[in-house]
Structures are given as structure tokens and as C-alpha cells.
């Protein structure tokens, strides 16, 4: 797939959603919002979806008609494929916080201390991995903090497309050396997985390894709050989520929407604060809204970047379902070609 062909991509999809059979909804059930077209989608509520607690949007019916091709599914030697592909303008780009940890199990506070995942936040990974495994990934970002890795690795293991997950060794000559591939063929069958600190957890200073609930018996509850939820208070010694989003968020915007410019694919494997501050960029929350906002674990969130914006498209439901395919032509497509190759 050409970085230069996405940025050749011509047209935008415009496709009313009576002619889709689109319907959204909470699912709560407590309101329903039929989409006139896909652009009216960026109106929605902000806080429409966000983890198991909350609302979440779901589509619930799809019966797309086809007609074009944007195809990163099919191999290169076919005709049409690069002519496809510069038909697609848009990129997938998933969130996942990592899997339950150890840490979290014992209701201690984590922030940068490196502890894996329970066998609970093992099986969540994998559970989010089936959730997206009709979604293309072309890339892969981590933080350098194990649990993120592990929960990105898991989950690709049930990606229906079979690309190898690598690990790219970027921290020395001799890394980048000895690391090296030298097939093409083997390249193409593989997803690069970039680690980088920037994407990890909130420094929590002096909270780290302290009991979450011990912690609010001896400061009081407010005071616990606002150190875990507020915007701009930092725990003693740590980072506010201010900061954070200083960091991820300024990582975001230099390496990863590039990626996603050229038309890559991209997943992001990360924690409950790195990735609360990414999002309130994406949905441009307040720093009051940012409050309330919470991530479960192994949840995928998708989003879909298109024309420069970033339209929120809820957690992917079951691989069985029409889901998030539903949402764009793109993904619809990609999908079928799976399903062509692989059943
Ligand atoms: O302990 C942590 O590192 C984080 C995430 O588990 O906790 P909190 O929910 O308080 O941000």
C-alpha cells in the first residue's frame, strides 16, 4: 500500500445511510439517533462511548451496496490493487487499553512500574483481539510498559489477516542491524510494533504501589479523585494529566498521525491515562468533561480518520456482527476480502 497513492485518493463517500440500511444506537436503548449521512455523525454526543459502563454506540444493521474497491487485503501481485487502494481516503486507527494487570487486580496504584497482565487481563486481550479482527492494522504503537505490549501482541493473534507482529529495534545501530528483514514477501506479511514511552501510564509519583482504597481512607475520597481524574492537580511527585497529555498527546500529532495521513491503519496499545489524554484531544473534550471519563480494560475503541478529522465510530462489537464494518465502505470492503481469502 503507497503512502503517496492515499494521498492521490480522490472523492468522498457521501452515501446517504437510508440507501446503507444504517441505523445507530445507544445501547442502553435509551435513545436512538438515525444518521442522514456519514458527516452528521461528527455531531454526536462526545461522551456517546466509552467502555462496558457506559453508553456505548453500536451499529446494528448494514446492507451496504459495493462498488469500488479499496483493497490492502489483496496480494500485490494482483492487477488493480494500488489503483483500489487510492480510492480509499480514510484510516482506521483503534485504541485498546491494555488487559487487566497484576496491579490492578491488587487495586494498587501502577502508573510507570512495569507489571504484567493477570490470566483475566490475558483472556481480555484476547477477547478485544477477536472484537477487531476484521479491522485492517498496518501499524502498531505501544508503550513501553509490558501490559500495553502484551495486550497488543494477544490481541493479534486473532487477527483473521495472519500478519506477523514485529517488534521494531530502533534503540542502536547494532539493533537496527541485527534486526533486519530481508524479504520483501516476509515484510508485507508482517506489522511493525513501535514502542515508546510517551504512550505510558501516568507517572503517579509517591502513589505508586500504594492501595487505591488505603490511599482514599488516609486522604479522603475528594482529595483521591481529584489526583486520579483531575485535569491539571498532580499526585504528590507525579504527573497531572495535563502533563501526560503533554507527552502522548504531542507523540500522537508528530508520529502517529502521519502514519495515519498516508493511509496506514494504525492500532494503539496503551493505558487508562496516556490514552484518556489522547482521547480528549480526538473528541476535544474539556478539561471538565476529561473528569468523567473512564476506560475499561480490553476494550478496542475505533475511530475513523478521514479529511483530517477523527470520527469516533464506538467499541467494535463481535467479529460475527456486521458492526463497525457497517460504518464505512472501506471497512465493509476490507472485511469481505477477508472473508474471500479465509473462509
Ligand atoms: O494505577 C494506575 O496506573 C491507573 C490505571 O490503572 O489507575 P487510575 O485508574 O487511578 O488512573
Not at 11 to 26: F, K, V, W
Not at 128 to 146: C, E, F, Q, W
Not at 255 to 282: C, D, E, F, W
Not at 308 to 334: D, Q
Request: charged share 25%; hydrophobic share 35%.
Amino acid at each position: 500500500m503507497a503512502a503517496t497513492a492515499f494521498h492521490q485518493a480522490i472523492g468522498t463517500l457521501q452515501i446517504q445511510s437510508h440507501s446503507l440500511g444504517l441505523r445507530q444506537e445507544i445501547s442502553d436503548g435509551a435513545v436512538r439517533l438515525p444518521l442522514k449521512s456519514f458527516k452528521l455523525e461528527l455531531g454526536l454526543s462526545k461522551r456517546a462511548c466509552y467502555g462496558s459502563g457506559q453508553r456505548k454506540l453500536s451499529v446494528i444493521q448494514a446492507s451496504a451496496s459495493q462498488t469500488s474497491v479499496a483493497d490492502p487485503v489483496l496480494s500485490p501481485s494482483k492487477k488493480n490493487t494500488n489503483e483500489s487502494w487510492k480510492k480509499s481516503n480514510e484510516a482506521a486507527l483503534i485504541l485498546i487499553r491494555h488487559g487487566e494487570s497484576l496491579w490492578n487486580e491488587k487495586n494498587l496504584f501502577t502508573g510507570c512500574v512495569d507489571v504484567p497482565l493477570t490470566k483475566k487481563g490475558v483472556e481480555e486481550a484476547i477477547e478485544a483481539g477477536k472484537k477487531i479482527s476484521n479491522i485492517p492494522i498496518d501499524m502498531i504503537y505501544t508503550s513501553a510498559l509490558i501490559r500495553a505490549q502484551m495486550t497488543a501482541m494477544l490481541a493479534m493473534t486473532q487477527h483473521r489477516r495472519k500478519k506477523v507482529p514485529i517488534v521494531i529495534h530502533n534503540e542502536g545501530e547494532q539493533a537496527r542491524a541485527w534486526s533486519q528483514i530481508f524479504s520483501e514477501d516476509t515484510k508485507k506479511q508482517s506489522v511493525p510494533v513501535i514502542q515508546a514511552w510517551q504512550l505510558n501510564e501516568r507517572m503517579y509519583g509517591e502513589l505508586q504501589g500504594l492501595n487505591k482504597q488505603e490511599t482514599a481512607d488516609r486522604y479522603g475520597k475528594e482529595q483521591v479523585h481529584e489526583w486520579r481524574r483531575s485535569y491539571d492537580i498532580p499526585p504528590p511527585n507525579g504527573e497531572s494529566l495535563e502533563m501526560c497529555a503533554k507527552r502522548a498527546v504531542a507523540y500522537f500529532k508528530d508520529t502517529i498521525v502521519p502514519q495515519l495521513l498516508s493511509g496506514k491503519n494504525v492500532m494503539i496499545a496503551a493505558h487508562g491515562n496516556s490514552l484518556r489524554s489522547i482521547i480528549m484531544y480526538l473528541d476535544k473534550l474539556t478539561s471538565q468533561e476529561v473528569i468523567s471519563l473512564e476506560l475499561s480494560t480490553g476494550i478496542p475503541m475505533l475511530y475513523i480518520f478521514k479529511e483530517g478529522k477523527f470520527i469516533r465510530r464506538g467499541s467494535p462489537v463481535g467479529p460475527s456482527e456486521a458492526g463497525p464494518y457497517a460504518y464505512t465502505r472501506t471497512l465493509a470492503l476490507y472485511r469481505e476480502k477477508l472473508d474471500e481469502m479465509f473462509n
